[in-house]
């Protein structure tokens, strides 16, 4: 019979895996986004909070 704590350390491995892929991602995505936003939001000459705010609400 398998030990209940083997298998709860492997979990927690393939969870904590799972979550720096999750995090590389959205860290790489996010940099993309704002590096792409960003000649559009100083020729705007608007704040970051406010050009992102207004983005998100469709303004």
Not at 10 to 21: D, R
Not at 23 to 38: D, K, Q, Y
């Amino acid at each position: 019979m398998i030990n209940i704590n083997a298998f709860f350390i492997g979990f927690m491995i393939i969870n904590a895996v799972a979550l720096a892929l999750l995090a590389g991602f959205a860290a790489v995505e996010l940099t993309r986004f704002f590096s792409a936003n960003r000649k559009r939001r100083i020729a705007r000459r608007q704040p970051v909070a406010r050009y992102y705010t207004q983005l998100s609400l469709g303004h």
